[in-house]
């Protein structure tokens, strides 16, 4: 069965980076696309940018365009979201989820979710 | 970017009542539409998909329709475990955007 299991919560201070991993299992790691979203506490869910784990591509919202980084690692099936410059409005629940197909723009399963928190 | 508005934002409902959640798109969208539910601290789940295909697994009660700018979610007869909050999410374009959210509530 397919399961995304994601890193530990972080806290960190302002102006640093985070980098969450998450490990797929129980499909073809390189015939998906996999993105990330993001949920702060009772706000929408916020897409922030997709990595096509078979050639590495990726595409970013604009919003996060200047301070993310997706990466994979094809050997241990793990994808990689970091974020930089952090700030506050960043503090939220991450979530790897992968895409449905190659790029349908559509997560049929998602992480458990990794809570983010930025503070001094 | 693509607005997605849903209406309600919050609704109470009793096991049993038909339940209808509408999100609208700031522009035509197609099909590009697809529904999430997500329960307190869990994550998203997928359940429809291209506005009214039904993921495998997902009750025959949750059924979806529309196209163009308007979409609605309806659960047919309310059981206990739908008691969550429904996201819409457009992918006609990135970046891709998701509705505000409909909370189901107890009545």
């Known amino acids: 069965q397919v399961q995304l299991v994601q890193s530990g919560a972080e806290l960190k201070n302002p102006g640093a980076s985070v980098k969450v991993s998450c490990k797929a299992s129980g499909y073809t790691f390189t015939s998906y696309t996999m993105h990330w979203v993001r949920q702060a506490p009772g706000q929408r869910l916020e897409w922030m940018g997709w990595?096509?784990?078979?050639?590495?591509?990726?595409r970013f919202s604009q919003k996060f365009q200047t301070r993310i980084t997706i990466t994979r690692d094809t050997s241990a099936t793990t994808v990689y979201m970091e974020l930089s410059s952090l700030r506050s409005e960043d503090t939220a629940v991450y979530y790897c989820a992968r895409d449905l197909g190659r790029v349908e723009l559509v997560a049929d399963y998602w992480g458990q979710g990794t809570l983010v928190t930025v503070s001094s | 970017d693509i607005q997605m508005t849903q209406s309600p934002s919050s609704l109470s409902a009793s096991v049993g009542d038909r339940v209808t959640i509408t999100c609208r798109a700031s522009q035509t969208i197609g099909s590009y539409l697809h529904w999430y539910q997500q329960k307190p601290g869990k994550a998203p789940k997928f359940l429809i998909y291209?506005?009214?295909s039904l993921q495998s697994g997902v009750p025959s009660r949750f059924s979806g329709s529309g196209s163009g700018t308007v979409f609605t979610l309806t659960i047919s007869s309310l059981q206990p475990e739908d008691f969550a909050t429904y996201y819409c999410q457009q992918s006609y374009n990135t970046p891709l955007t998701f509705g505000g959210g409909t909370k189901v509530e107890i009545k």
């Open positions: 291209a506005a009214s």
């Open positions: 990595i096509n784990a078979g050639n590495g591509d990726t």
